[in-house]
């Protein structure tokens, strides 16, 4: 009951102070005109409570906890070339109960901190250096992302160089995940990387954008991998999306995959696609479906075929309660959304889920497996999923609620107690200075 009234004092105060204009984006208004535009702060205070019961099915226990968020940064253009830019974040999850995971909770630490060169420039050459926030991908960071609603989300040390034309966009890069350590300061480390290209187009399709990639995934033991050996995958992927008749907007992404797990050869593939239209009734309404596919082992032991998600962010793709990854799984999704008002915005989600293959593991949203049937006897079907949920935007503030419940499927009856996920969430945050 404290805690019921506590989130609704919090959403009540946040509520009022959404009616006046943002001070910070005032601040920062300020800092431009008295700076020429080269200097503006970046800022975030977020706090969620969450309570999830029958969690992983009865395999772990059940929370009822917040979590709390805050980063304070600045970003400083020095000249027309050349730009500096840093954020903190401090995470916290207060009465988790026991020692909350490095996903919940890290003390102050640095978040972003990255030096960029010829940042304003339209065309011709760029470069990045440091530890940025990076999304690579179909949405926001399909291959390559940050996962904002985990409390210490992610972000990546990182080498770019990149060329800019009018239609295009060329880039050679590197990116290591950070890995987070709750109590030091999270070093570097570069054992577990992705490097390759990533390049966009704009003009090969009509109204439409492509991009093409070849990536390459290193670990060794020290960068977390934990076989025999090293993993070397490398990953070869294209994704196209633009308008069709009928106000009909497409997104498509395939990707290969060949290489190495320890000594076992390595062989992966993934695909997306989604189709989606705005429909006017009474309010706005958007519509959205899609189907996403990634291959799975059928004897792990000779060949490994489980596609390698690299650094996924998988938030929401797979349903709200964030159970599950893009690893040898089927997944049919639809999305509605009625835009209520300007600012208000509610959501009804439906997620289907099934095995590729019977005998190889159920992957949660970080790649890690669940739950396997050895002799895949356990079936394919592993559950459907309904959400719904809402937001409030206003001066900077953002205000949202939802629940999700989880119908467990005949894989998860027959290899878990099978008890029925329900996932509840109310937050609010105030962001300005930067949209993460």
């Known amino acids: 009951m404290k805690r019921f009234r506590a989130v609704v004092l919090l959403l009540a105060g946040g509520t009022l102070a959404a009616q006046i204009p943002s001070p910070g984006d005032d601040l920062n208004n300020l800092l431009e005109q008295k700076t020429n535009g080269r200097f503006r702060l970046i800022f975030e205070f977020r706090v969620r409570d969450e ?40 995470a916290r999850a207060p009465d988790y109960g026991g020692v909350a995971p490095t996903t919940a909770r890290d003390s102050m630490d640095l978040y972003e901190g990255y030096l960029e060169f010829f940042a304003q420039r339209k065309t011709g050459f760029g470069a990045v250096f440091g530890r940025q926030v990076i999304s690579l991908g179909e949405g926001r960071g399909r291959l390559i992302g940050d996962s904002q609603w985990t409390n210490t989300s992610r972000s990546y040390d990182t080498a770019r160089l990149y060329y800019r034309l009018p ?3 060329i880039e050679v890069l ?21 490097w390759g290209t990533y390049d966009t187009f704009t003009k090969i399709i009509p109204k439409g954008t492509v991009d093409f990639y070849l990536l390459r995934h290193d670990q060794n033991r020290v960068g977390g991998f934990t076989g025999i050996g090293s993993l070397g995958t490398n990953t070869l992927g294209g994704r196209a999306e633009g308008p069709l008749p009928g106000r009909l907007k497409y997104s498509l992404e395939a990707v290969a995959q060949d290489g190495h797990t320890g000594p076992v050869q390595h062989r992966g593939y993934a695909w997306f696609s989604g189709i989606s239209r705005p429909v006017h009734l009474v309010r706005p309404l958007d519509l959205e479906v899609e189907y996403k596919y990634a291959s799975g082992s059928r004897n792990a032991a000779a060949r490994d075929d489980t596609f390698d998600q690299l650094y996924a962010a998988n938030h929401d793709r797979f349903g709200r309660a964030d159970l599950f990854g893009w690893r040898n799984v089927h997944n049919l ?20 889920w099934w095995l590729a293959s019977p005998t190889d593991a159920l992957y ?9 049937s050895v002799n895949g006897n356990a079936g394919t079907h592993v559950g459907q999923e309904a959400d719904v949920f809402g937001t409030y935007q206003a001066s900077g ?14 894989f998860v009856r027959a290899t878990t107690p099978g008890v029925n996920t329900n996932y509840l969430f109310v937050f609010q945050s105030y962001t300005f200075g930067r949209d993460f």
């Open 167 to 169: 239609a295009a966009r």
């Open 333 to 352: 999704r639809s999305l509605e959304t009625l835009h209520v008002a300007k600012q208000v915005a509610l959501s009804a989600m439906y997620n289907n």
């Open 364 to 372: 949660n949203s970080s790649g890690t497996a669940i739950v396997r």
């Open 174 to 194: 590197m990116v290591s995940v950070v890995k987070i350590k709750a109590d030091q300061f999270n070093v570097p480390d570069l054992g577990d990387r992705v």
């Open 51 to 90: 309570s999830r019961t029958g969690n992983n099915f009865g395999l772990a226990k059940n929370l009822d906890n917040p979590l709390l968020r805050t980063r304070i940064g600045a970003q400083f253009d020095a000249t027309d070339w050349f730009r500096i830019s840093a954020t903190g974040q401090d």
């Open 397 to 410: 503030w953002t205000f949202g609620a939802g629940m999700a419940h989880v119908f467990a499927g005949e």
